[in-house]
């Protein structure tokens, strides 16, 4: 039997609720039952949509346990470390973490399998051997510029650099699977099964009488990252075998490159761009403030997590649209905005409405960045209000300007926060992010239609569209 929501609500809610919900309901089993690809890729929205749900709570309780274990201060050094090593390590793919979500529906659909199995390998050792590098040179200049940094820093930093490999191979792995649109072997790992084994194992620690502090922190989350991504290797190993026959092997690693590069400046402005507020803070305040605005994003994450669900499901369909069937594009990109904007404004507004009773969870000074709330929200629905403008733009060849735009959104970003932050504090972050993320979401969405021809905009109408 198949599952129906629309049956489900009938049995179980009030007849007057259940007609009301009918129609988006009806939606929801449209999408479930739909075989074709714009069904697949809304099943992969929807699952990726459900994973960020559970991942959002998950990381929310544990964000609260770990501030409440350690302290806003140690709490506030961890969290400036692990966001850094998260940043880095998505870096280190070098942009073969999206590039193989191009190639390989490409591939597959011009049965090309010999590069197929070329580029299912050849990132694998790339990503492994490009991140350890990259790894032993950040210890490395964390220990020659330990005279520059707080004393309080150094440790940590050198520890969490032990990561780094594993959260380069663990993104890649996340791209091999969304590539075959396997939407829970590509998001579980990293939204589900991490967070819990990182709080877990720091749970553990303190049983076993660790101190708790950012060090022991850093511990736990090296033994869960380590974990998680050996793991998914099997899995995403496993699969690609049954799935890929046996045969000769390509290798075009110079056009890979050349095409990965551009995505690796994409991918590395938006992972910058989206943490740098953090990252700021951590320069210029004390580890208490970044704590308290740590925590502040943290209840912010419930907004963000529809846009990246959304992206997720449908850059694979962004790929195979503009290699198989380009006339489906436009129409099909016009719906993942609406996939992002309805359900990201829904959850802005609950998310401002129950921010303060959140934030006290993780401690009575951390209720200082419910104010910020409102500000930052602002940005995360204008990025919404536009859908996933640079998946498109990446997926369709456009890689290179849309670097370009993020480039300029990161130099807005990181000037504001310069100029702002020594003059009104958290403030400052607040209002250079929400600009930052009010420009991204308009050159982004004038570079699609420039481009593209395509009006990313939520309430522009299609037919303004170009031809």
């Known amino acids: 039997m198949r599952f129906s929501a629309a049956t489900t609500a009938g049995r179980f809610l009030p007849q007057r609720w259940a007609l009301r919900?009918?129609?988006l309901l009806g939606r929801i089993d449209a999408v479930l039952s739909t075989a074709d690809e714009r069904g697949e890729a809304g099943r992969m929205s929807l699952i990726a949509f459900s994973i960020r749900i559970v991942s959002a709570f998950?990381?929310?309780?544990?964000?609260?346990?770990?501030?409440?274990?350690?302290?806003?201060f140690e709490y506030g050094i961890s969290v400036l470390v692990w966001v850094?090593?998260?940043?880095?390590?998505?870096?280190?793919?070098?942009?073969?973490?999206t590039s193989v979500?191009?190639?390989?529906?490409?591939?597959?659909?011009?049965?090309?399998?010999?590069?197929?199995?070329?580029i299912v390998l050849a990132s694998r050792l790339f990503v492994l051997i490009a991140s350890t590098l990259i790894a032993g040179l950040g210890?490395?200049?964390v220990w020659l510029c330990s005279g520059w940094i707080e004393s309080y820093y150094v440790i940590p930093f050198i520890?969490?650099?032990?990561?780094?490999?594993?959260?380069?191979?663990?993104?890649?792995?996340?791209?091999?699977?969304?590539?075959n649109s396997w939407a829970l072997l590509a998001l579980s790992p990293t939204y589900l099964v991490r967070?819990?084994?990182?709080?877990?194992?720091?749970a553990l620690m303190l049983a076993m009488h660790y101190v708790p502090d950012a060090k022991t922190a850093i511990f736990a989350s090296i033994a869960a990252t380590y974990v998680t991504t050996l793991g998914q290797l099997m899995a995403v190993t496993s699969r690609m075998e049954k799935k890929i026959p046996a045969g000769p092997m390509a290798v075009h690693f110079g056009h890979w490159i050349l095409v990965s590069l551009p995505i690796f400046l994409v991918e590395g402005f938006f992972f910058l761009l989206t943490n740098a507020d953090v990252l700021m803070v951590?320069?210029?305040?004390k580890p208490n403030d970044v704590a308290v605005y740590f925590a502040t994003v943290k209840t912010l994450a419930l907004v963000h997590f529809v846009y990246f669900a959304v992206k997720a499901g449908v850059a694979q369909r962004y790929a195979q649209f503009t290699h198989g069937e380009p006339h489906r594009l436009a129409a099909f990109a016009r719906e993942t905005v609406s996939w992002t904007f309805w359900p990201s404004l829904l959850m802005a507004l609950l998310v401002l409405a129950l921010g303060e009773p959140m934030l006290v969870l993780f401690g009575p000074e951390f209720t200082a960045g419910y104010p910020l709330l409102f500000l930052l929200v602002l940005g995360v629905v204008a990025r919404a209000a536009v859908g996933p403008c640079e998946s498109l733009l990446t997926m369709s060849g456009n890689q290179n300007i849309c670097a370009a735009v993020y480039a300029m959104t990161l130099a807005l970003n990181i000037s504001l926060n310069v100029l702002l932050i020594p003059l009104f504090g958290l403030w400052g972050a607040a209002i250079a992010t929400s600009l930052a993320m009010v420009f991204e979401a308009s050159a982004l969405s004038f570079t699609v239609w420039r481009k593209l021809g395509i009006v990313m905009a939520i309430f522009v109408p299609a037919k303004k569209e170009v031809a």
Do not use: K
């Not at 979500?101 to 199995?117: C, D, Q, S, V």
């Not at 520890?159 to 590539?179: E, F, K, S, W």
């Not at 967070?195 to 720091?202: E, H, Q, S, T």
């Open 21 to 23: 919900m009918r129609p």
């Open 58 to 72: 998950i990381a929310f309780v544990s964000q609260v346990l770990m501030a409440r274990w350690m302290g806003s």
């Open 84 to 97: 850094t090593m998260v940043i880095v390590g998505n870096i280190a793919c070098l942009g073969f973490h």
């Open 101 to 118: 979500i191009r190639f390989i529906p490409e591939y597959r659909e011009r049965g090309m399998l010999a590069e197929l199995r070329g």
């Open 139 to 141: 210890a490395l200049g």
């Open 159 to 179: 520890l969490g650099v032990i990561c780094l490999p594993m959260i380069a191979l663990g993104d890649l792995m996340q791209g091999l699977a969304r590539a």
């Open 195 to 202: 967070p819990v084994l990182i709080l877990a194992f720091m």
């Open 282 to 285: 951590g320069a210029y305040l």
